[in-house]
C-alpha cells in the first residue's frame, strides 16, 4: 500500500512570504495530521482533523497559519506569512481513525528554511 | 495533559553492544506508549507500542520495551546493535481518549560505531 506523500521535500522562502505544503494520506484513513518539528525537538502537533473536520487546531498559529481538507483526502497548510521561526520540519500523518492505539503514518516531511 | 522525557539526546555506542535509550512519562490518566524511529531523511515509523496487557513489547528487528507503571518509565532496549539501527527515536505518549493528542519527546539519537 501507498504511504503518506507529501511535497514538497525542500522550501527555502524568505520571511514574510508565502508557502503550502500539500499532503495525500493513505487511501482511506479518516483522521489526518499536521506537525511542526523544530530542529533538535519532537514533532508537536498543529492541527488533526477527522475526514474534513478540524478536531484539533489548538496549537495552530491562526494568525499565519492555515489548513484545509476540503474532500477529506489530501490536505494543504499555509504559512503567510513566514518568520524566521517557521522554520522546521513540517510532517503529515494518517490514521484510519482517531482511537489513540491507532498507528500514525507519517510521510517523509517537508523541510522549511525560511531566511 | 501529558508529558515525555527522554534524558539522553545523543547516545554513541560500538556495533554489538547492548544499547538502552530511557523514556520517562508522566499523565493524570492512563496513556498508550509508543516508540518511532526516523531514519536519516525519513519520516516517522512506529518501532512498538504498549497498549495493555504484557508489559515487555518487541519489535521485529530486536529492540524491545518495557512498561514500569511505578517509575512511569518505558525505556527502549536491544543487546546487540547493527550499523543500520542509525536513527533518532522518539518515545510518545496518549491517552485512551481519542480527544488525547500523541506527545513527542525530544528524541534520542542513536549513532552506532563500527
Do not use: M
Not at chain 1, 59 to 85: N, Y
Not at chain 2, 107 to 112: A, C, E, V, Y
Request: glycine content about 6%; some cysteine.
Amino acid at each position: 500500500e501507498a504511504g503518506v506523500a507529501q511535497s514538497p521535500r525542500y522550501k527555502i522562502i524568505e520571511k514574510r512570504q508565502s508557502v503550502a505544503f500539500w499532503c495525500n494520506p493513505i487511501s482511506g484513513h479518516a483522521t489526518l495530521y499536521w506537525y511542526q518539528q523544530i530542529l533538535g525537538q519532537g514533532p508537536k502537533l498543529l492541527i488533526q482533523f477527522q475526514n474534513n473536520g478540524v478536531v484539533d487546531d489548538s496549537q495552530l498559529p491562526k494568525d499565519r497559519f492555515s489548513a484545509e481538507r476540503l474532500k477529506g483526502v489530501d490536505s494543504t497548510l499555509k504559512i503567510q506569512p513566514a518568520k524566521l521561526e517557521d522554520s522546521a520540519v513540517y510532517l503529515c500523518a494518517s490514521s484510519l481513525d482517531r482511537q489513540g492505539a491507532n498507528e500514525q503514518f507519517f510521510g517523509p516531511g517537508t523541510r522549511l528554511t525560511v531566511l | 495533559a501529558q508529558s515525555v522525557t527522554q534524558l539522553d539526546s545523543q547516545v554513541p555506542v560500538f556495533e554489538e553492544a547492548p544499547v538502552e535509550l530511557r523514556c520517562n512519562y508522566s499523565s493524570s490518566v492512563s496513556v498508550y506508549l509508543f516508540w518511532y524511529v526516523q531514519y536519516p531523511n525519513q519520516g516517522l515509523q512506529l518501532l512498538l507500542k504498549y497498549l495493555s496487557g504484557s508489559t515487555l513489547v518487541e519489535s521485529i528487528n530486536g529492540f524491545e520495551a518495557e512498561f514500569n507503571k511505578s517509575q512511569t518509565s518505558f525505556h527502549l532496549r536491544k543487546p546487540s546493535v547493527h550499523i543500520s539501527d542509525t536513527a533518532e527515536y522518539f518515545c510518545a505518549v496518549r491517552g485512551y481518549s481519542s480527544a488525547s493528542k500523541i506527545i513527542f519527546g525530544s528524541g534520542t539519537r542513536l549513532s552506532i560505531r563500527p
